[in-house]
């Protein structure tokens, strides 16, 4: 028993650890040689974004489920029975932050954000 739980542990911060950081090498384009970074693979507001299109299948609610968040200019939902829905998008200039899409029971639904 004690195993088994120490196992799940080392998997779950295993995954953890996977799932907010990547280790990549880059060509500096100053010196030419290969440096190491870190790559995060996820954000916060990515993770919300997800969060927020599995709330809407999950309810086949085609609108949104929660206000502007923090850090978070403009949001954009929508739907579609077929494919990846397109969603409203600002009038003004802003940098995609977030794009998250989930299929739920009756089509598509995708959640984006912006700041």
């Known amino acids: 028993m004690v195993r088994l ?5 080392l998997g779950a911060v295993a ?4 799932s907010t950081a990547v280790q990549a090498q880059q060509v500096c384009p100053h010196c030419g040689r290969v440096h190491s970074y870190t790559q995060p ?3 916060n507001l990515q993770m919300q974004a997800q969060a ?3 709330l809407m299948a999950s309810r086949s ?6 206000g502007t968040l923090p850090g978070v200019s403009f949001c954009g939902v929508g739907w579609s029975s077929s494919s ?3 969603t409203c998008t600002p009038s003004s ?19 984006r954000y912006w700041r």
């Not at 739980?5 to 542990?9: C, N, T, Y």
């Open 41 to 43: 693979m996820t954000s």
């Open 5 to 9: 739980f120490k196992s799940l542990v």
């Open 84 to 86: 990846t829905p397109s």
């Open 61 to 66: 609610y085609k609108g949104h489920v929660q």
């Open 93 to 111: 200039p802003m940098t995609l932050v977030a794009d998250a899409t989930v299929r739920g029971n009756d089509g598509w639904y995708r959640v």
């Open 15 to 18: 995954m953890v650890s996977l």
């Open 52 to 54: 927020e299109a599995r």
